[in-house]
């Protein structure tokens, strides 16, 4: 038998390595050995580990959806406690994930201050977000965690992804945001950022949604 250590593995932008057979300890093990300052993202479930690492395209795409959700929160007066890609985890579950973005909002009170969640007394995040580029997101984590409202980008459109019953259902609306047309806004400001810049579409949108609310 062979053993390498993860010092000793590069995985390429874009790229992705699976492991099999990862026990529970063995996956604490890696998560300590990769810190949090890193790259890459990581998705565990039922001893199968995968560590991907993102394109520069999946960065920014990540960045600015994240920014669209953040300024229809603060125009709409709707608090919330961002936890970006924090590793949540549940070893009675056997599941591990990294979102892209996450966000607590109904939730929000109670994860004040958090600095460590523990998924057996905190509740999930409420919404999350993963950019779907050369991997696809392993929904079985997802439902597994208990995560009500995600949301993935792949191919320049925004898909909503409701939990009912333990799995997934596709929505053409958001539970949290359930007076805007999320699918189509999401993926026009996107579409508006490639080709003007990050920071005009985003003043764009926040203009935009104050005279929506003004009506």
């Known amino acids: 038998m062979v053993t390498l250590q993860l010092k000793q593995i590069t995985v390429p932008p874009g790229g992705r390595i699976v492991l099999h057979n990862v026990s529970w300890q063995q996956f604490e093990e890696i998560l300590e050995e990769l810190g949090e ?8 479930s039922r001893g199968t580990l995968e560590i991907m ?4 395209e999946h960065e920014v795409a990540k960045v600015l959806i994240g920014d669209l959700v953040k300024i229809l929160l603060e125009e709409l007066e709707i608090d919330c406690e961002s936890f970006g890609s924090t590793t949540f985890k549940r070893r009675d579950s056997e599941r591990g994930i990294e979102p892209d973005d996450s966000f607590y909002i109904q939730n929000h009170k109670q ?3 958090k600095d460590r969640i523990d998924l057996t007394i905190d509740p999930p995040p409420d919404l999350a977000i993963e950019i779907d ?14 995560v009500p409202e995600l949301w993935r980008f792949e191919n320049r459109k925004l898909r909503i992804d ?10 053409s609306d958001s539970p ?3 007076d805007w ?5 999401v993926t026009e400001y996107v579409e508006l950022a490639r080709s003007i810049g990050r920071s005009p579409a985003l003043r764009a949108f926040r203009q935009w949604v104050r005279q929506q ?3």
């Open 37 to 44: 300052h890193r790259s890459s993202r990581i998705a565990y």
């Open 53 to 56: 690492t993102p394109l520069p």
């Open 111 to 113: 994860m004040i201050g």
């Open 133 to 146: 580029l050369t991997t696809k997101t392993q929904l079985d984590g997802y439902e597994a965690l208990g």
């Open 162 to 171: 409701i939990l009912r019953n333990g799995k997934y259902v596709q929505s």
């Open 176 to 178: 949290t945001f359930p």
């Open 181 to 185: 047309s999320i699918v189509e806004i």
């Open 213 to 215: 609310i003004e009506q």
